[in-house]
Protein backbone atom coordinates (compact mmCIF):
# COMPACT_ATOMS: atom_id res chain seq x y z
CA UNK A 1 0.00 0.00 0.00
CA UNK A 2 1.05 3.28 -0.77
CA UNK A 3 1.82 5.59 2.23
CA UNK A 4 0.75 9.00 1.64
CA UNK A 5 2.01 10.42 5.18
CA UNK A 6 5.76 9.38 6.58
CA UNK A 7 4.09 9.63 9.71
CA UNK A 8 1.48 8.19 11.34
CA UNK A 9 -0.59 4.67 10.82
CA UNK A 10 0.30 3.06 7.16
CA UNK A 11 -3.26 3.39 6.73
CA UNK A 12 -4.12 7.11 7.61
CA UNK A 13 -4.78 8.80 4.55
CA UNK A 14 -5.83 12.08 5.70
CA UNK A 15 -8.63 14.55 4.10
CA UNK A 16 -7.17 17.83 5.27
CA UNK A 17 -3.84 18.62 6.65
CA UNK A 18 -3.50 22.25 8.20
CA UNK A 19 -0.67 24.18 8.91
CA UNK A 20 0.24 27.11 11.48
CA UNK A 21 2.28 29.33 9.51
CA UNK A 22 4.71 31.25 11.51
CA UNK A 23 7.40 28.33 12.70
CA UNK A 24 5.94 26.34 10.61
CA UNK A 25 5.79 27.12 7.24
CA UNK A 26 8.34 30.00 7.37
CA UNK A 27 11.53 30.73 9.85
CA UNK A 28 9.58 32.44 13.43
CA UNK A 29 12.72 34.46 14.28
CA UNK A 30 13.31 35.73 10.50
CA UNK A 31 10.32 37.13 11.03
CA UNK A 32 9.41 38.28 14.46
CA UNK A 33 12.54 38.18 16.23
CA UNK A 34 13.97 41.05 14.46
CA UNK A 35 10.65 43.13 15.25
CA UNK A 36 10.70 42.70 18.58
CA UNK A 37 13.79 44.03 19.63
CA UNK A 38 13.44 46.71 16.53
CA UNK A 39 9.96 47.69 18.50
CA UNK A 40 12.27 48.41 21.78
CA UNK A 41 14.75 50.46 20.34
CA UNK A 42 11.83 52.56 18.85
CA UNK A 43 9.87 52.41 22.54
CA UNK A 44 13.33 53.63 24.13
CA UNK A 45 14.00 56.73 21.35
CA UNK A 46 10.37 57.46 21.59
CA UNK A 47 10.31 57.28 25.42
CA UNK A 48 13.92 58.68 26.28
CA UNK A 49 13.71 55.15 28.43
CA UNK A 50 15.07 52.20 28.50
CA UNK A 51 11.67 50.93 28.07
CA UNK A 52 13.09 48.12 26.08
CA UNK A 53 14.35 45.86 29.10
CA UNK A 54 10.63 45.65 30.38
CA UNK A 55 9.21 43.46 27.41
CA UNK A 56 11.67 40.63 27.22
CA UNK A 57 10.28 38.44 30.41
CA UNK A 58 6.47 39.49 29.47
CA UNK A 59 6.90 38.41 25.84
CA UNK A 60 8.27 35.04 26.56
CA UNK A 61 12.17 36.56 24.80
CA UNK A 62 15.15 35.78 26.22
CA UNK A 63 17.35 38.86 26.17
CA UNK A 64 20.83 36.78 25.92
CA UNK A 65 19.97 34.88 23.21
CA UNK A 66 16.77 36.09 21.55
CA UNK A 67 15.17 32.44 22.30
CA UNK A 68 11.30 32.95 21.91
CA UNK A 69 9.59 30.98 24.56
CA UNK A 70 6.95 28.06 22.61
CA UNK A 71 4.30 29.25 25.31
CA UNK A 72 5.15 33.16 25.33
CA UNK A 73 2.78 35.65 24.12
CA UNK A 74 4.64 36.95 21.21
CA UNK A 75 4.64 33.27 20.10
CA UNK A 76 1.07 32.76 20.13
CA UNK A 77 -0.82 35.81 20.64
CA UNK A 78 -2.43 38.19 17.90
CA UNK A 79 -0.86 41.56 16.67
CA UNK A 80 -3.82 43.02 18.40
CA UNK A 81 -3.09 41.65 21.80
CA UNK A 82 0.61 42.34 21.51
CA UNK A 83 -0.37 45.64 21.03
CA UNK A 84 -2.27 45.78 24.09
CA UNK A 85 0.33 44.33 26.22
CA UNK A 86 2.74 46.42 25.40
CA UNK A 87 1.24 49.27 26.26
CA UNK A 88 0.46 47.35 29.74
CA UNK A 89 4.14 47.23 30.15
CA UNK A 90 5.04 50.71 29.11
CA UNK A 91 2.16 51.34 31.96
CA UNK A 92 3.94 49.55 34.60
CA UNK A 93 7.12 51.02 33.75
CA UNK A 94 5.81 53.87 35.21
CA UNK A 95 4.09 55.94 32.72
CA UNK A 96 0.20 56.62 32.80
CA UNK A 97 -2.44 55.14 30.15
CA UNK A 98 -2.05 58.43 28.44
CA UNK A 99 1.38 57.89 28.05
CA UNK A 100 1.68 54.60 27.26
CA UNK A 101 -0.74 54.72 24.19
CA UNK A 102 1.30 57.68 22.86
CA UNK A 103 4.66 56.17 23.12
CA UNK A 104 3.39 52.76 21.85
CA UNK A 105 1.48 54.26 19.00
CA UNK A 106 4.69 56.23 17.91
CA UNK A 107 6.67 53.27 17.75
CA UNK A 108 4.67 50.52 16.54
CA UNK A 109 5.23 48.62 13.19
CA UNK A 110 4.00 45.13 11.44
CA UNK A 111 6.99 43.57 10.00
CA UNK A 112 7.53 43.24 6.54
CA UNK A 113 5.49 39.59 5.33
CA UNK A 114 6.98 39.39 1.91
CA UNK A 115 10.72 40.41 2.74
CA UNK A 116 11.07 39.09 6.09
CA UNK A 117 9.41 35.25 4.84
CA UNK A 118 11.69 32.56 4.90
CA UNK A 119 10.16 29.41 4.09
CA UNK A 120 11.78 26.64 6.79
CA UNK A 121 12.24 24.21 3.34
CA UNK A 122 10.72 23.58 0.01
CA UNK A 123 6.96 23.95 0.97
CA UNK A 124 6.02 22.64 -2.76
CA UNK A 125 7.11 19.44 -2.89
CA UNK A 126 5.24 18.33 0.31
CA UNK A 127 1.71 20.71 -0.91
CA UNK A 128 2.56 18.60 -4.42
CA UNK A 129 2.68 15.71 -2.77
CA UNK A 130 -0.21 16.40 -0.78
CA UNK A 131 -2.67 18.01 -3.24
CA UNK A 132 -1.76 14.54 -6.01
CA UNK A 133 -3.55 12.49 -3.22
CA UNK A 134 -6.42 15.18 -3.10
CA UNK A 135 -6.03 15.92 0.37
CA UNK A 136 -6.93 19.28 0.84
CA UNK A 137 -4.62 22.06 2.63
CA UNK A 138 -5.30 24.84 4.93
CA UNK A 139 -3.57 27.40 7.38
CA UNK A 140 -4.37 28.09 10.75
CA UNK A 141 -2.37 31.57 12.13
CA UNK A 142 -2.29 34.56 14.76
CA UNK A 143 -1.25 36.70 12.57
CA UNK A 144 -3.57 38.75 10.60
CA UNK A 145 -5.43 37.99 7.46
CA UNK A 146 -3.70 41.00 5.22
CA UNK A 147 -0.15 40.05 5.73
CA UNK A 148 -0.87 36.13 6.12
CA UNK A 149 -1.91 36.36 2.72
CA UNK A 150 0.76 38.57 1.26
CA UNK A 151 3.22 35.92 2.86
CA UNK A 152 1.38 32.39 1.28
CA UNK A 153 1.63 34.88 -2.03
CA UNK A 154 5.15 35.86 -1.91
CA UNK A 155 5.75 32.01 -1.06
CA UNK A 156 4.17 31.15 -4.18
CA UNK A 157 2.06 28.33 -2.27
CA UNK A 158 -1.31 30.43 -1.84
CA UNK A 159 -2.65 28.60 -5.10
CA UNK A 160 -2.17 25.31 -3.15
CA UNK A 161 -4.22 26.29 0.09
CA UNK A 162 -8.08 25.77 0.17
CA UNK A 163 -8.71 27.72 3.56
CA UNK A 164 -6.97 30.25 5.55
CA UNK A 165 -8.13 31.09 9.25
CA UNK A 166 -6.78 34.16 10.74
CA UNK A 167 -6.73 36.35 14.46
CA UNK A 168 -8.93 38.80 12.52
CA UNK A 169 -11.57 36.85 11.31
CA UNK A 170 -13.11 36.67 14.47
CA UNK A 171 -12.75 33.83 16.56
CA UNK A 172 -11.25 32.54 19.31
CA UNK A 173 -8.12 32.46 18.55
CA UNK A 174 -5.06 29.00 19.52
CA UNK A 175 -5.29 27.37 21.57
CA UNK A 176 -9.20 27.05 21.16
CA UNK A 177 -10.62 24.50 18.59
CA UNK A 178 -12.61 27.38 16.89
CA UNK A 179 -10.30 27.44 13.90
CA UNK A 180 -9.87 24.00 13.39
CA UNK A 181 -13.65 23.30 13.67
CA UNK A 182 -14.39 26.08 10.89
CA UNK A 183 -11.88 24.78 8.56
CA UNK A 184 -13.17 21.51 8.69
CA UNK A 185 -16.62 22.93 8.81
CA UNK A 186 -15.89 24.57 5.70
CA UNK A 187 -14.29 21.96 3.82
CA UNK A 188 -16.80 19.34 4.67
CA UNK A 189 -13.95 17.12 6.70
CA UNK A 190 -14.56 15.55 10.14
CA UNK A 191 -11.77 16.46 12.35
CA UNK A 192 -10.82 13.08 13.09
CA UNK A 193 -9.74 13.15 9.43
CA UNK A 194 -7.45 15.79 9.72
CA UNK A 195 -4.12 16.41 10.54
CA UNK A 196 -2.84 19.73 12.39
CA UNK A 197 1.07 20.52 11.74
CA UNK A 198 2.49 22.86 14.01
CA UNK A 199 5.47 24.45 15.95
CA UNK A 200 3.93 25.37 19.38
CA UNK A 201 1.98 23.93 22.48
CA UNK A 202 -0.58 26.05 21.30
CA UNK A 203 -0.97 24.44 17.98
CA UNK A 204 -0.95 21.04 19.57
CA UNK A 205 -3.85 21.98 22.12
CA UNK A 206 -5.83 23.65 19.34
CA UNK A 207 -5.30 20.24 17.37
CA UNK A 208 -6.09 17.91 20.63
CA UNK A 209 -9.32 20.51 21.93
CA UNK A 210 -11.16 20.11 18.47
CA UNK A 211 -10.53 16.27 17.87
CA UNK A 212 -7.86 16.12 15.36
CA UNK A 213 -6.83 12.91 13.45
CA UNK A 214 -2.90 13.46 14.18
CA UNK A 215 -0.94 15.99 16.00
CA UNK A 216 2.26 16.62 14.03
CA UNK A 217 5.07 19.37 15.89
CA UNK A 218 7.82 20.22 14.09
CA UNK A 219 10.83 21.81 15.27
CA UNK A 220 11.17 24.65 12.80
CA UNK A 221 9.57 27.27 15.20
CA UNK A 222 9.68 28.32 19.03
CA UNK A 223 8.05 24.69 20.63
CA UNK A 224 11.10 22.25 21.62
CA UNK A 225 10.34 18.40 21.52
CA UNK A 226 10.51 18.33 25.22
CA UNK A 227 7.60 20.88 25.14
CA UNK A 228 5.73 19.57 22.24
CA UNK A 229 6.17 15.64 22.85
CA UNK A 230 3.11 15.30 25.60
CA UNK A 231 0.66 16.85 23.05
CA UNK A 232 2.11 15.75 19.62
CA UNK A 233 1.29 12.33 18.23
CA UNK A 234 4.55 12.53 16.09
CA UNK A 235 7.43 15.22 16.18
CA UNK A 236 9.50 15.85 12.95
CA UNK A 237 12.50 17.88 12.12
CA UNK A 238 10.07 19.99 9.17
CA UNK A 239 7.02 19.76 7.47
CA UNK A 240 9.27 18.73 4.63
CA UNK A 241 9.59 15.37 6.58
CA UNK A 242 5.59 14.92 6.37
CA UNK A 243 6.04 13.11 3.19
CA UNK A 244 8.05 9.65 2.13
CA UNK A 245 10.86 10.80 -0.16
CA UNK A 246 9.46 8.11 -2.63
CA UNK A 247 9.72 9.43 -6.83
CA UNK A 248 5.81 8.41 -6.58
CA UNK A 249 5.11 11.28 -4.25
CA UNK A 250 7.57 13.88 -5.08
CA UNK A 251 7.32 13.74 -8.57
Same mark, same amino acid.
Given at each position: ?5 A ?13 D??? @?? $????A? !??? !????LG???? &? @??? &??L ?9 V ?12 ? *????? #? ?9 ? /???G ?5 ? +??F?A?? !? ?15 ? *??F??? /???G? /? $???? @???? /? ?7 D??? $? ?19 P??V ?6 L ?5 ? #????G ?9 ? #????G ?12 ? +????L #? ?6 I??L ?9
Amino acid at each position: MERVLAVGPATLTPALVIFDKDG @TL $IDFDAM !WGG !WFFELGRRLD &R @TSG &RLLSTHLHDPMGVDPTTGAVRADGPL *AILPM #AELRKLTVELV /RQAGFDAIEA +ERFVAAA !WFAPDPVALAQPVGDLH *APFAAL /RSHGI /R $IAVA @TTDD /RAPTVATLDALG $IAASIDRVVCADDGLEVKPAPAMVLMLCRELGVQPED #AVMVGDTVADMLMGR #AAGIGLNVGVLTGAGTAD +ELSPL #ADVILPSIVDLIPTSPALNS
